[in-house]
């Protein structure tokens, strides 16, 4: 199980990255930020965070986990900052670095290659619920952070039983646990929401619509694509389900 749960992260965060890089590059700049965000949040919950979380031009920026770069990318279009990016598959990292020209390190939300106090602000987008050990991977976050330093985070919790086919290698929290996470880590939680996925520009769903499009041609009958979007269709399911929300906070190191 640990095996099947293993290649499903490698396949939606390393090869289906890397195919994703190829597929903008084919069809043109603007695809990036809506392809490279598919998964991690709708524009209007992108901004809800970006406005919590207290940006100037000279903030030093986390993005944690941060798959493709479309998130970062956004956030240094629309704020003036240029976000570092970590994130612990290669293929990733090489297409944050190849489409957006942003900092990208290898490395796990557990084990974050930074000083203590190295940003002033940070985000983790539909990370936490991949992770295991979420203790570690907020204190962690918690520790490269400046005291007063905000986070946004955007983590698929459970509401209810989760039943039906689960995607491989999630660890849902519930949206009760989540507070006490952070208060363990050091955070105050200062606000909390709801995303709606669906609230993007119809531009921003044609674009990535047009990138999956591309990606099918060019791999529709590799395996891996088919287990990714079998991966991709299990949290769209319970997210309709509503088994899970998309929960939203905003929180401050203390």
Do not use: Y
Not at 11 to 26: G, I, L, N, P, Y
Not at 135 to 150: D, I, M, N, Q, S
Request: aromatic residues 6%; contains cysteine.
């Amino acid at each position: 199980m640990a095996e099947l749960a293993d290649e499903a992260m490698e396949v939606e965060f390393d090869t289906v990255a890397s195919w994703t890089e190829q597929a903008v590059r084919a069809l043109g700049p603007e695809h990036a930020v809506p392809a490279g965000c598919r998964g991690s949040g709708s524009e209007s919950a992108l901004r809800w965070l970006a406005d919590g979380m207290d940006l100037s031009t000279g903030s030093r920026v986390l993005d944690d986990g941060a798959g493709v770069g479309g998130p970062a990318g956004w956030l240094a279009a629309e704020r003036g900052v240029r976000p570092v990016c970590a994130e612990p598959m290669v293929g990733a990292v090489r297409a944050a670095s190849h489409l957006f020209g942003l900092p990208a390190v290898v490395a796990t939300a557990q084990q974050l290659p930074f000083a203590d106090a190295s940003f002033d602000a940070a985000w983790c987008l539909g990370v936490l619920c991949t992770i295991p050990d979420k203790p570690a991977a907020l204190a962690e976050l918690r520790r490269v952070l400046t005291p007063g330093g905000r986070v946004g985070l955007l983590v698929f919790a459970a509401v209810r039983e989760l039943t039906g086919p689960q995607p491989d290698g999630n660890t849902f929290p519930t949206v009760e646990e989540l507070p006490g996470l952070l208060a363990a880590a050091g955070f105050a939680l200062d606000a909390t929401g709801q995303a709606d996925l669906s609230d993007s520009p119809a531009e921003w769903t044609e674009r990535a619509d047009a990138v999956d499009a591309e990606i099918e041609r060019r791999h529709g009958h590799d395996e891996r694509w088919a287990l990714a979007q079998e991966q991709s269709g299990r949290v769209g399911r319970l997210l309709a389900d509503g088994a899970l929300v998309p929960w939203l906070g905003l929180a401050t190191a203390r």
